[in-house]
C-alpha cells in the first residue's frame, strides 16, 4: 500500500496563478514527520518543509504555505503566484519514527508554470 | 551552507561492470541513505547506515549492493555487476535527526 498518495500527476498553471498540490498520507505511527522536496529539472532534491505530526499549525513561507490536516491525512503545498521558476517537480514525503527514518516519497507532482 | 556532495555527476558503464558511486555526508550527521530514482518515476528507498552498519534496507537492495564508510567521510555504494535496470539517478543522503539533506545525484547509465 503507499504510505504518501500525490493524486496529481501533472499540473499546468499560468503564472501569477495560485495552485495547491495535494499529499495524502497513511501511517499507523503516532509519531512522524511529514516534508515537501523540489526537484527542478537539474534533477537536485531540494528540501522545503519538514512537519511533525504533533504540530498541526500551517506554515507560510514567501509564497509557500502548507496546510496539515490529520484529520483528513493531508499535507496540502501552496504556491501563491506561481512564477516560472517554480516549475518543477514536487515530491511529499512521510518518516515514520518507528522505521529508522526511512523515507518514503510520493510519486510527485509536476508542476508547469506556463509564462 | 553545508552539503552532501555526490560523485561522479554522471557516469556510463556496461552491463556487469561495477560501479562505485561516492558521497561526501555532511561532517556532524550521523545516518546516511542511497536513494534511487529511476528515469520519470519516484525516489526509491534503497538503504540507510548508522554507526557504522545498515540499519534497513529496501527489496531493491540486493546482494549486488553493498555500502561502505571506508575513512569515517566518505560514503560508497557499489553495484557489482551492473544491470540495464540499473539505470537511474542515485541520492545520497544524510541526516542528524529527521530531515534528510539530499546530495545532487549521480545518474548512471547502463549500456
Known amino acids: 500500500a503507499q504510505k504518501v498518495t500525490q493524486a496529481q500527476t501533472e499540473i499546468s498553471v499560468v503564472e501569477k496563478e495560485d495552485v495547491t498540490l495535494d499529499c495524502v498520507y497513511e501511517?499507523?505511527?503516532?509519531?512522524?514527520?511529514l516534508f515537501w522536496y523540489k526537484q527542478p529539472p537539474s534533477g537536485e532534491l531540494v528540501f522545503l518543509i519538514r512537519?511533525?505530526?504533533?504540530?498541526?499549525q500551517n506554515e507560510i513561507s514567501g509564497r509557500y504555505s502548507w496546510n496539515f490536516q490529520k484529520s483528513t491525512s493531508s499535507f496540502n503545498f501552496t504556491i501563491t503566484a506561481s512564477q516560472v521558476v517554480d516549475s518543477a517537480v514536487y515530491f511529499c514525503a512521510l518518516s515514520e519514527a518507528g522505521t529508522g527514518n526511512q523515507f518514503y516519497f510520493g510519486t510527485g507532482t509536476s508542476l508547469t508554470v506556463i509564462p | 551552507e553545508p552539503e552532501v556532495t555526490q560523485t561522479p555527476s554522471h557516469q556510463v558503464t556496461q552491463m556487469g561492470q561495477e560501479v562505485i558511486l561516492r558521497c561526501v555526508p555532511i561532517?556532524?550527521?550521523?545516518?546516511f541513505y542511497w536513494y534511487r530514482q529511476i528515469l520519470g518515476q519516484k525516489v526509491e528507498f534503497l538503504v540507510s547506515f548508522y554507526n557504522n552498519e545498515i540499519s534497513e534496507k529496501s527489496e531493491i537492495f540486493d546482494d549486488q549492493f553493498s555500502v561502505e564508510r571506508p575513512d569515517g567521510s566518505n560514503f560508497t555504494l557499489k553495484i557489482r555487476s551492473t544491470k540495464l535496470e540499473d539505470s537511474a539517478m542515485y541520492f545520497c543522503?544524510?541526516?542528524?535527526?529527521?530531515?534528510?539533506?539530499f546530495g545532487e545525484g549521480s545518474w548512471l547509465t547502463v549500456v
Open positions: 543522503a544524510s541526516s542528524l535527526g529527521n530531515t534528510i539533506y
Open positions: 512537519r511533525n505530526s504533533f504540530d498541526e
Open positions: 561532517s556532524n550527521h550521523l545516518y
Open positions: 501511517t499507523r505511527d503516532t509519531t512522524y514527520y
